[in-house]
């Protein structure tokens, strides 16, 4: 039960019993009593008020448990969202970087591919540095690849 609907418990109690309280009493004026039942009476208020303020206490103690727990529930839920979110942060970034990775693999050609390209690209005289450049490899790939395969001599 939310802490509204307990203070609003707590305040319907409050107000029976003071109804059954004045009830009694009024019923009791209408006819005299004797002195016994009077103060009868008036004991039997008397603990019935002191029961209502140790209910009124409990459930104000009650009330402030639940508020301490509450406060402490949403700090946890506001830590978790924290790293949450520092987490998902994380994550884009990675992704981010994965893509981008993924993006400049692309553009290297397989290895039969890119040999065929060094070839042709070195048959039509390039130097091994614009072979590197232009297929987006190693330059150290380019210079051993064609010293194990050099240009045939026409």
Do not use: C
């Not at 981008?100 to 065929?116: G, H, S, T, Y």
């Amino acid at each position: 039960m939310e802490i509204h609907g307990w203070v609003i418990v707590q305040t319907v109690i409050d107000f029976v019993l003071m109804a059954l309280l004045l009830g009694a009493l009024w019923s009791f004026r209408k006819r005299p009593l004797p002195r016994q039942e009077y103060e009868e009476v008036v004991k039997r208020s008397e603990a019935i008020l002191t029961e209502m303020k140790q209910i009124g206490l409990m459930l104000e103690k009650n009330l402030h448990e639940k508020r301490e727990i509450s406060r402490h529930l949403l700090d946890q839920l506001d830590q978790g969202l924290a790293k949450a979110q520092a987490s998902y942060k994380k994550i884009m970034d990675l992704h981010q970087t994965h893509e981008e990775l993924f993006a400049a693999q692309q553009k290297i050609l397989p290895v039969d591919d890119r040999q065929r390209a060094m070839q042709a690209l070195s048959a039509q005289g390039l130097t091994q540095d614009a072979i590197a450049r232009q297929l987006n490899i190693p330059l150290g790939e380019v210079e051993l690849f064609l010293k194990l395969h050099p240009k045939p001599e026409v």
